[in-house]
């Protein structure tokens, strides 16, 4: 089979059929086909699309190109359930919603990714914690999630490989936003780490890869029928990124910001709302709740309980990090060496943000990567952005950036005023949580 062929074919509009697309996905596991031709490919599909069973089977083959993880053992003690993001600006749910899955009776195998595009990357997050290993061996992986309950790595060799090479490409070649690319890459994870159930985190707004809920609503759709077709029950909640989720924006800022709302000494509201509003639906799906309301209320007392923290705390250190980390994060954290106050142009009320300038000034600063397999600095980025609704002005900045150098400082101010609007007006917030989307 001639690999151009395939380009061509998808290119003019047809559909690949399930030989072809296996073919391409061996490919990609050992790299036989080079990275232009692939770059092509996924070009071609981001323009041309795939239909349903295109998707499937592209779905279908990844999860297949390396080992399937089983959990046998762990059947009867609790529901094997994960949650994944689409991607946004300070998105730091995966590290309060695994934890405190946890405590409360889920085991949660969750395979994460680095950063794509102007979105941060949970494994670029976790970097930021010393000794910490986002990439154990399967059998580690399957000790810390047996337990701890949870554990938050990277995909390994074994696991799924031909995406995790289709991963990187995209994230380089502006093919991001591809839904069947986005779909497959999602499940083909999950399907390999064995779930029982799914929830997803569909972001919309000026910060996520689906900026409208029509396109929101097709990528929920797309992610929950190619699920269907696996066995794999998945439940989709579309969620608000019209402005950076949570307080902080960076690496090793966003570490400190989850490690405060675990210990109680700070939550910022719309973070607490999707964290919980994941975890419950996680609940009713592992049939640990019988209503949102009852979720909900024991998510939030693992969270005051300490248990939640306490997992997370187990968690890092069975793979690798400080038995401590708890007590003594802000020592552990890389800290950018100037912090300082980005000061509005005029007094007003915070109105509208460009979320995704917002990525993309982190990107700017080191704290994302240009190019695939680019060393971060992960003590740069934002602390105490401003969101929708706040007023700004004397004795309240836009944000505190953290920065190596004078000139960078002034760069991310100037480009910083540029990504928020201000009005003279009050204004009121969008709401966080949009829709549930469930498998009919």
């Known amino acids: 089979m001639i690999f151009k062929n395939l380009i ?32 092509a490919l996924a070009m071609a599909v981001f323009f ?7 998707c499937g089977a592209l779905t279908a083959a990844m999860a297949d190109s390396g080992v399937r993880l089983h959990w046998d053992e762990l059947r009867g003690q609790g529901p094997v359930i ?19 899955a946890a405590a409360c009776g889920c085991f949660v195998p969750m395979i994460s990714g680095r950063g794509l595009g102007h979105t941060g990357g949970t494994l670029d997050k976790l970097d930021a914690i010393p000794g910490y ?28 490989p031909a995406d995790r090479r289709l991963y990187a490409i995209r994230d380089v070649t502006a093919t991001v ?12 994870k999950k399907i390999a780490a064995g779930l029982d159930s799914l929830v997803m985190d569909v972001k919309t707004g000026s910060g996520a890869f689906m900026e409208s809920m029509d396109e929101a609503r097709a990528l929920a759709r797309s992610i929950i029928g190619v699920a269907a077709t696996t066995g794999l029950n998945t439940h989709a909640v579309i969620t608000d990124m019209s402005q950076a989720l949570g307080w902080n924006v960076g690496n090793a800022l966003e570490i400190a910001e989850s490690l405060a709302f675990l ?20 609940l009713i799906m592992g049939k640990l709740a019988s209503s949102h309301a009852e979720a909900r ?42 912090i300082e106050p980005i000061w509005p142009a005029a007094e007003g009320y915070v109105s509208s943000v460009d979320a995704r ?15 695939a397999g680019e060393k971060l600095d992960l003590a740069v980025g934002f602390s105490d952005v401003a969101g929708i609704g706040a007023r700004v002005g004397k004795g309240r900045p836009l944000a505190m950036v953290h920065a190596r150098s004078p000139e960078q400082v002034e760069r991310a101010a100037e480009a910083l005023r540029a990504a928020m609007a201000l009005s003279d007006q009050p204004c009121a917030a969008p709401p966080v949580v949009h829709e549930i989307l469930v498998t009919t």
């Open 177 to 188: 936003e591809s839904i069947p690319l986005i779909t497959a890459s999602i499940l083909s």
């Open 357 to 371: 300038a917002v990525g993309n000034l982190l990107v700017a600063l080191g704290g994302g990567r240009r190019v």
């Open 8 to 39: 061509r074919k998808k290119r003019d509009g047809l559909a690949l059929e399930r030989g072809e697309i296996e073919f391409f996905v061996r490919g990609l596991a050992d790299a036989s086909i080079p990275p232009e031709q692939v770059a």
């Open 263 to 282: 210990t109680g000494s700070a939550q910022e509201p719309r973070l607490a709302e999707v964290v919980f509003a994941l975890v419950s639906e996680m």
């Open 297 to 338: 209320k024991r998510a939030e007392a693992a969270v005051r309980s300490g248990e939640a923290a306490e997992r997370f705390a187990r968690m890092v250190a069975a793979l690798g990090g400080p038995d401590d980390l708890l007590t003594r994060f802000p020592q552990y954290l890389p800290r950018a060496p100037l």
């Open 48 to 54: 041309r699309s795939m239909n349903f069973a295109e």
């Open 82 to 100: 994960d949650k994944h993001s689409t991607g946004g600006v300070g998105d730091k749910v995966s590290f309060l919603l695994a934890p405190i």
């Open 133 to 160: 290993r986002s990439m154990p061996d399967v059998q580690a992986f399957r000790r810390v999630v047996a337990s701890v309950g949870c554990a938050i790595i990277g995909q390994t060799d074994d696991l799924a």
